[in-house]
Nanobody, 113 residues
C-alpha cells in the first residue's frame, strides 16, 4: 500500500522558517517525481514545488520561489520542503504527492503574529 505521511507543520511567526518532511512507503520512491501542494482555507489546491525522481532538477511556483526549497533523500525515502521567510499567505494545509498519483493526509502550516 502506498503511504505518504507528512510532518513538521505548526504555528510560526511571519519571517520564520519550517521544514516539512514526507515519509514514503509502499512504492519505489526513487522512480517517482514528487511535489508539494497546498490548500489555503476556502481556496483550491495550489502546487508549490516539484522535484525530479532522482533529484536532478527542481521547480518552485512563483509565490514561493526564492523562499522554499524542495529536496529528497532517496536512500531514506523522504521528501522535504524547507520554508524560509514565511508569509501570512503561506498559511495552508501542505500535502506531498506523487506526481499524478497518491497524496498524503497533509500537515497544517499557520503563519501568524
Amino acid at each position: 500500500e502506498v503511504q505518504l505521511v507528512e510532518s513538521g507543520g505548526g504555528l510560526v511567526q511571519p519571517g520564520g522558517s519550517l521544514t516539512l518532511s514526507c515519509a514514503a512507503s509502499g512504492f519505489t520512491f526513487s522512480n517517482y517525481a514528487m511535489r508539494w501542494v497546498r490548500q489555503a482555507p476556502g481556496k483550491g489546491l495550489e502546487w508549490v514545488a516539484i522535484i525530479h525522481a532522482l533529484g536532478v532538477s527542481t521547480y518552485a511556483s512563483d509565490p514561493v520561489k526564492g523562499r522554499f526549497t524542495i529536496s529528497r533523500d532517496n536512500a531514506k525515502n523522504i521528501l522535504y520542503l524547507q520554508m524560509n521567510g514565511l508569509k501570512l499567505e503561506d498559511t495552508a494545509m501542505y500535502y506531498c504527492e506523487q506526481v499524478d498519483g497518491v497524496r498524503g493526509q497533509g500537515t497544517q502550516v499557520t503563519v501568524s503574529s
